[in-house]
């Protein structure tokens, strides 16, 4: 088969690997159905996270299952299935407790840019739907795997309520799926922050009522005009730079919530401050598993559509194309199809 292998910053390459095989029991193999690129990728491509030696690439996956390990029964071969970048067995005491992505026997994915992919711990990992989902609906579940779990789990950290005040930090995929996600908790107001025309359009549409386009000092001063001069309830970081941090915990009122998603570079927070502000802070990587069934069925029912944020479609040998769109942002995102 062929995927995608990273060798260096900026040469990514579409190479022929061999075919993932059955390792242990408890895998199942699947075939590609369409992936893509993650803004997390970016950050080997622009060689901010070292590539010390080449490796294949990707996390996100819909497909088919091809075939299990004598350990799989919850999916069979053929089946149209939906998983989440970290695997989980689904029974050991953090899964049973909803942290899927702390699994005691979690594994990253790491290779799904590619025509098949090994799924280890298949049977808790991964989710069958009842039928095979027309292809219109394959970007929205792709979304599903990583982007509006992450979403998801952004406005559930930061204890979004209805009638509550959101914002949203960072205008990638994360961050609008994020609005979604706001938006379906129940949000009456959803400012997301944003300075780029395409994607402030895509977060009205998801939900988001007002736009800053300040960020900073600038852009905390605007979202304390919105509120009373106090803050919003809920505030969601789906950037992972030090200035969206700081900009997410000075955007959060005495005794609001700051969900952080964005993997964390040169992040610092301040004890001291933390204590006085009165803010409760939750991140990590999002317990997409945990969201899984809910997700699939509001997309496979068309009350949400996180597939729009998928911009650009490129056939998976152009997948350095995908790398280079997103970096230069002529993309937000890139659907890969082999
Ligand atoms: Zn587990």
């Known amino acids: 088969m062929r995927g995608a292998v990273i060798h260096a910053p900026g040469d990514v390459r579409f190479e022929t690997l061999d075919d993932p095989r059955i390792l242990k029991p408890t895998d199942a193999i699947i075939r590609t159905a369409v992936t893509c690129v993650c803004g997390s990728d970016l950050w080997p491509w622009r060689g901010l996270d070292a590539t010390d030696e080449a490796h294949p690439m990707g996390h996100e996956y819909v497909g088919f299952v091809e075939e299990v390990g004598a350990e799989v029964t919850a999916v069979k071969p053929g089946q149209f299935v939906v998983g989440s970048f970290a695997t989980s067995d689904n029974t050991c005491a953090n899964c049973r407790n909803g942290w899927q992505s702390n699994c005691l026997d979690r594994e990253f994915m790491s290779t799904c840019q590619a025509e098949y992919v090994r799924i280890p711990h298949a049977q808790g990992t991964l989710v069958a739907t009842d039928e095979v989902p027309g292809e219109e609906f394959w970007p929205s579940l792709l979304a599903v795997s990583d982007v509006m779990g992450t979403g998801w789990y952004a406005a559930d ?30 949000a009456e107001r959803i400012i997301a922050m944003s300075r780029h025309e395409p994607r402030q359009k895509l977060a009205r549409e998801f939900g988001a009522t007002h736009i800053v386009t300040e960020r900073g000092d600038e852009g905390v001063a605007r979202i304390k005009e919105l509120t009373d001069g106090i803050g ?13 941090m700081r900009q997410a915990l000075h955007s959060a009122r005495p005794g609001g919530s700051v969900g952080f998603v964005g993997v ?25 598993r945990r969201y899984l069934p809910d997700l699939i069925e509001r997309v496979l029912s068309g009350h949400i559509d996180p597939g729009k944020v998928f911009d650009l479609t490129l056939p998976l040998e152009q997948v350095a194309e995908g790398y280079r769109a997103m970096d230069e942002r002529r993309a937000i995102k890139a659907l890969l199809k082999p």
């Open 264 to 288: 964390p570079h040169d992040v610092a927070v301040d004890g001291q401050e933390l204590f006085f502000s009165h803010v409760g802070l939750r991140g990590g990587p999002a317990p997409v």
């Open 232 to 244: 919003a309830d809920s505030v969601l970081e789906c950037v992972g730079t030090a200035q969206a």
């Open 157 to 186: 950290a930061a204890e979004v309520r209805p009638g509550s005040t959101a914002v949203v930090v960072g205008d990638g995929a994360v961050g609008l799926c994020a609005v979604i996600a706001a938006k379906e908790m129940g």
